[in-house]
């Protein structure tokens, strides 16, 4: 009688805890939905858009997308206008209580243009928008993530907050290891496909020399591919950063001529291989680099 | 009024006119405009005389589309489209080619409701405008049974999407004006009824295959009266499918196309002349006729892309009289999609019902560039 008793109690108890709903989330990149997968840990469904090996620059809207975000409660993006494509696909999805979050509201934002003009190429006019690439913003994007998520879901606040400290903790340490290993390589340059390093060099304290595409989002032309062999050629240029979705085949003149060498580096997890997570890609990314510049 | 009085009055016509001026940058429409520009030659001309000989190139700007779009509130936007349309661009006259309000969000059962002037969610082809065709001349199927304009009328549009999982699935209907049909068969109402209204509807579905590989399929159906003058009726129903392959960000295959199938009764078909029978009494005929149209488009570097077209149509009007042609077509597009030139060759048969079999060959070479933003393409 008395444990029938205790068990009644047992289950009364576990009856009287309320259920936890798990909160659905959707990202536009593969490295916000790793952050969110951290802070929410099993309380949270996360699934992105773009895959890592993709421009999340180009992406063509699909219904499959909108079938995505239709039942996420919340919607993380990059933001600055990474992602134009986003608000036809928030629009698509019909989906009336989702919450769009903007990530890079507290970024400190690097390359801000003074001028708009199609003549600058694809600018993006609220500044450069690859911050995730610089560790030190992590804990920014992770505050935002947290508040959402605690907003979503208050009962998990403290779980969240925990979840998402204890990453920034050993993303810190991580930090430190990645920027000794760079200190001896401060003011070596590389060259970029495109000028999604901004925030990695800035943080790691190398110069962006010169691009191989001549203006953002215009393909290399033959001039402009002569011109930066030969930058990387005077300033004895080592490294040419692309990303797995760009074209290999000017760079690979540039290296060639100019006696440097192409990385295929990632700047989004999934983008490579060895990325399969942040701090993986992130790992992946400063010892490539340091590896080419010594 | 004192000079002070007058001061005042007009630091406050001031304050209200920036103040509105600025509420104004804010919330300024998007504006983009997108000139088409042609030069072509065809062998059709000289067939008549016997002869097969091509025209001097001649130089035609098509259209020139300006766009304006934008968010009204958080749960609607508007579209307006206005148009100058060739070839003699000088004398044209501006035109409204669309004009619609969208409800988004906010309504029961997520329902996204359109109303103005539009063109209706039938089949694929009819809702993308001709610059962003990959090749430069409309399809067979689309001339033939919906004229230069295709399916374009004042409306009211409601769309819901259905429980069906992952699977995304969309049914559309319309309740259109109804006078596209009997404007493109030149058959314009005259008489002082008023006529029944249009319908037309479209369900689709959409379905991932494999990481790099999309297919969409959808049937439509549209009817109406198509002769306004007597009142007869018709019915188009439609396939359509769109299969898109991109294994590289560089590199992608579409494959589309579109099967339409035409009921009606008549007793005139375009500009109305009667039927008549063997004996020349009038007579009142029912028809089933139909027309296809596939194409591929291999987009195999970043800038470049090459493809090919097949046309099969009769006429809404008769099984006997029909086109059969294909084209292939080459496409640059060398900054993103600012700047596209087009390259196409078609070959045209046209058999004619108790005339001569014209095969017209045609080779154009159209500029498209778009000033202003431009959207993200939907699939």
Redesign the interface.
Known sequence: MRRTLTFILIVLAAMSVPARATVNVVTTTPDLADFVRIAGGDLVKVDNIV?GD??PH???????Y??KV?SARLFFMVGMDLE??AQ?VI?GS???SLEVVDLSRNITKLEVPTRLD?SEG?VHRFGNPHYWLDPRNVPVIMDEIVAALSQASPADAATFKANAAAYVKALEAKTREWEALMKPLQGRQVITFHRSWTYFAAWLNIVVAGQVEPKP???PSPSHTAAVIDLARKGGIKAILVEP???MTAAEQIAKAAGAKVLRVSTSVGGVEQARDYLSMMDYNVRTVAAALK | MTSQAQRALAVLLLCAATGAARAQTSSNPEISVIPRLLIFTDDGATLDQGKRKFSRPEFQFQEIEAVFAGYLNPYARADVVMALSGPDIEAASLGLEEAYLTVLRGLPLDLNVRAGKYRAEFGKLNMMHPHQWPFITQPAVQARFFGEETLNDLGISASVILPTGDVYSRLTVDLLRGLSIPNAAGLEDTTDESQPYAASGRLMGFFPVGDDADLEAGVSAYTGVHDPYTGDNFWYWNADFKYRYRPSSYTSLVVQGEYLFNTREAVQGPDLVPFVDDRGNPERRSITSGGLYLYADWQFLKVFSAGGRFDWSQSPYSTDDAATGFSVFFGYYPVEETIGLRLEYQHMRTDVPGGEARAVNFIGLQTVFSLGPHKAHPF
């Open positions: 895959r993709q421009n180009y992406i063509e809207v699909k219904p499959s909108m079938v239709r134009k494509w036809q629009d019909r989906n009336s199609a694809d989002g215009v393909p979705f760009y074209d």
